[in-house]
């Protein structure tokens, strides 16, 4: 079967896009997010970085906004933290609030998704891996995490160099060389789930570019993904 694969950057908030890629002439606050209807014409999935959502104390209203932008077909994954539910965080959400939210974007996110490196509690994971279950979502990390239980033992994101089985894949590159970055898709295809016809690709990097990001689009679509 083959792969279908939505590709996205990490946050689509980028201020060097504006311009190049966002209209110039309309408004870039946080807190009008037409960028993301816009970013969503163009690209089929994102990974929505913490901050995004931490920022306000994760409000329902947000990811209704957040849904009501994009079609049916685009796929979230949402960032978290290792201490996203600890009150003495200034960031901090509380747990309920953070499932009303998953509710809201339940059938169009791919997986939450630990990025930061740091070693986590057995009541940190307990608690997102029962959250990803009671929504129906995959709880993946960047790199193979520490934990104080075996129980908890997280699936890895696919990454160049990596050879786990994963339908995300986080590459850490400008796209400056896409011949380099076809061997990478060759080397994400062939550690799909072959019985899972949809996979997403996120890029990541301080310096991407839209167009850049466009460019991969379409190496994908002449390599038949």
Known sequence: ????????????????????FYPQDLPDSDDDDWRLAYYSNEFGAV??????????????????EWRDAV???????????????????PGS?????????????????TAL?????????????????????????????????????????LQEVWQPGSDVASDVALIESDLSDLRQVRGMIESFVACCDVDNAESVMIIRHPELRASDLSDLRSVLEIMGY
């Open 1 to 20: 079967m083959k792969q279908n694969i939505l590709l996205g950057s990490y946050g689509w908030r980028h201020q060097h896009w504006k311009g190049a």
């Open 47 to 64: 990974m929505v970085p913490a901050s995004y959502w931490s920022s306000d104390g994760c409000c329902a209203d947000r990811f209704t």
């Open 71 to 89: 079609n049916q077909q685009f796929r979230f994954l949402i960032e978290c933290s290792t201490d996203m539910f600890d009150a003495d965080n």
């Open 93 to 109: 959400v509380t747990i309920d609030d953070f499932s009303d939210c998953l509710q809201v974007l339940a059938t169009q996110t």
């Open 113 to 153: 998704v630990l990025c930061d490196s740091i070693k986590y509690s057995t009541a940190s994971l307990a608690t997102l891996t029962q959250l990803a279950q009671s929504h129906q979502l995959k709880l993946l990390s960047v790199g193979e995490h520490d934990s104080e239980s075996v129980d908890h033992k």
